[in-house]
């Protein structure tokens, strides 16, 4: 069965540091990834997807991830930290044929001024 | 567009109530979902539907039903509340597609509290 975790439920950076926000998956099958961005009382909007094209993904807002088979992950970064990044991300895999999304528990990006 | 719409945005229930959570979309995408989301635990998946007519049970169904009569709505109903429901429920919605790759579009979410 297909699963992801990620690593830290919170994160904090400082305005203009590097973010790196930590995705692992397990899957028996080349997986298609996703982060999903949720900024306060909103629901989730998609930041990224990999989908085998390209392994290194970009995405709205200036941030990227690299699919690394090797390590099985699937890292979100932004080169600097704004104050409106402040948000919880999430990272999903999808089951092929099955048409579900498995998401990871969050992590909650703080940027401190 | 609107794209995906949920009703209401609060509400507060007592333990044995019933209530039905909508959710419509004017996308005409064929896949939708009900997620709810509690801390440190993510978004986990309730029901799903592949299109009109056809629906199927996610990670957490209990307690839950849903139909599809038509493409754009998709109500979660809680036949019997319990305090365990509460939570923030999202519906989701995104074009089927062959490869699971699609991006989902979601609701607002609908904060529940059960007393």
């Known amino acids: 069965a297909q699963s992801v975790t990620q690593l830290g439920s919170h994160v904090s950076v400082s305005e203009g540091a590097l973010v790196l926000l930590r995705c692992n998956y397990s899957s028996s099958v080349p997986p298609y990834l996703f982060w999903y961005v949720q900024y306060p009382n909103q629901g989730l909007q998609l930041l990224l997807k990999?989908?085998?094209?390209?392994?290194l993904v970009k995405g709205i807002n200036g941030f990227e991830a690299e699919f690394k088979k090797s390590e099985t992950s699937f890292h979100l970064t932004k080169p600097s930290a704004h104050m409106s990044d402040a948000a919880e991300y999430f990272c999903a895999v999808s089951d092929p044929g099955t048409y579900k999304y498995i998401f990871g528990t969050g992590t909650r990006l703080k940027v401190l001024a | 567009n609107a794209g995906v719409t949920q009703t209401p945005k609060f509400q507060v229930l007592k333990t044995g109530q019933s209530m039905t959570l909508q959710c419509a979309q004017d996308?005409?995408?064929?896949?939708m979902s009900w997620y709810r989301q509690d801390p440190g635990m993510g978004l986990r998946l309730i029901h799903y539907?592949?299109?009109?007519?056809?629906?199927d049970q996610g990670e957490v169904p209990n307690g839950y039903n849903v139909s599809r009569s038509t493409t754009e709505d998709f109500p979660l109903r809680l036949l019997s509340a319990a305090p365990s429901q509460t939570s923030v429920y999202f519906c989701?919605?995104?074009?089927?597609?062959?490869?699971?790759?699609?991006?989902?579009?979601f609701g607002p979410g609908t904060r529940l509290t059960v007393l």
């Open positions: 539907s592949v299109g009109a007519g056809i629906t």
């Open positions: 996308m005409n995408h064929e896949y």
């Open positions: 989701a919605s995104s074009t089927q597609g062959t490869l699971s790759y699609n991006e989902q579009f």
């Open positions: 990999y989908t085998s094209a390209a392994t």
